[in-house]
Protein backbone atom coordinates (compact mmCIF):
# COMPACT_ATOMS: atom_id res chain seq x y z
CA UNK A 1 0.00 0.00 0.00
CA UNK A 2 2.84 2.47 1.00
CA UNK A 3 4.75 1.35 -1.79
CA UNK A 4 2.04 2.31 -4.36
CA UNK A 5 1.71 5.89 -2.69
CA UNK A 6 5.29 6.56 -3.83
CA UNK A 7 4.95 5.24 -6.90
CA UNK A 8 1.60 7.40 -7.15
CA UNK A 9 3.96 10.36 -5.97
CA UNK A 10 7.07 9.70 -8.26
CA UNK A 11 4.74 9.37 -11.32
CA UNK A 12 3.23 12.82 -10.81
CA UNK A 13 6.27 14.82 -9.45
CA UNK A 14 7.76 13.33 -12.65
CA UNK A 15 4.85 13.87 -15.29
CA UNK A 16 3.20 16.98 -13.68
CA UNK A 17 3.32 20.61 -14.46
CA UNK A 18 5.95 21.32 -11.65
CA UNK A 19 3.55 24.48 -10.51
CA UNK A 20 4.20 23.54 -6.76
CA UNK A 21 7.90 23.25 -7.52
CA UNK A 22 8.15 26.21 -9.10
CA UNK A 23 6.36 28.44 -6.77
CA UNK A 24 8.27 26.76 -4.06
CA UNK A 25 11.53 27.80 -5.85
CA UNK A 26 10.02 31.64 -6.32
CA UNK A 27 9.15 32.30 -2.56
CA UNK A 28 12.02 30.21 -0.79
CA UNK A 29 9.80 27.40 0.56
CA UNK A 30 9.70 23.81 0.42
CA UNK A 31 7.69 22.63 -2.39
CA UNK A 32 6.14 19.98 0.14
CA UNK A 33 4.77 22.77 1.57
CA UNK A 34 3.59 24.38 -1.06
CA UNK A 35 1.79 21.22 -1.92
CA UNK A 36 0.28 20.83 1.57
CA UNK A 37 -1.26 24.65 1.32
CA UNK A 38 -3.34 23.56 -1.80
CA UNK A 39 -4.32 20.59 -0.43
CA UNK A 40 -5.57 22.70 2.54
CA UNK A 41 -7.34 25.05 0.67
CA UNK A 42 -9.02 22.97 -1.65
CA UNK A 43 -10.31 20.85 1.25
CA UNK A 44 -11.39 24.68 3.01
CA UNK A 45 -13.04 26.49 0.32
CA UNK A 46 -14.39 23.65 -1.63
CA UNK A 47 -12.04 23.26 -4.68
CA UNK A 48 -11.29 26.64 -5.73
CA UNK A 49 -8.07 25.55 -4.87
CA UNK A 50 -7.82 23.15 -7.50
CA UNK A 51 -8.87 26.01 -9.53
CA UNK A 52 -5.65 27.97 -8.82
CA UNK A 53 -3.95 25.62 -9.06
CA UNK A 54 -4.92 24.59 -12.52
CA UNK A 55 -5.00 28.26 -13.41
CA UNK A 56 -1.06 28.40 -12.06
CA UNK A 57 -0.15 25.87 -14.51
CA UNK A 58 -1.93 26.91 -17.46
CA UNK A 59 0.02 30.79 -17.11
CA UNK A 60 3.28 28.52 -15.83
CA UNK A 61 2.59 26.38 -19.73
CA UNK A 62 1.36 29.53 -21.72
CA UNK A 63 4.51 31.45 -20.55
CA UNK A 64 7.27 28.44 -21.14
CA UNK A 65 5.59 28.42 -25.08
CA UNK A 66 5.62 32.05 -25.21
CA UNK A 67 9.19 33.13 -23.23
CA UNK A 68 11.64 30.10 -24.88
CA UNK A 69 15.03 31.49 -25.09
CA UNK A 70 16.81 31.09 -28.69
CA UNK A 71 20.46 30.45 -28.92
CA UNK A 72 20.70 31.88 -32.31
CA UNK A 73 18.09 33.24 -35.32
CA UNK A 74 18.30 29.97 -37.27
CA UNK A 75 16.10 28.36 -34.43
CA UNK A 76 13.11 30.20 -35.58
Known amino acids: MRQNFYN ?3 YLERNGFYV ?3 LAD ?3 MRAKSVRLFFIYVTFFTFGVGFAV ?3 LAFWL ?8 KRTSVFDL
Do not use: A, M, P
Open 8 to 10: LRY
Open 20 to 22: SSR
Open 26 to 28: KIG
Open 53 to 55: YLT
Open 61 to 68: KLKDLVYT
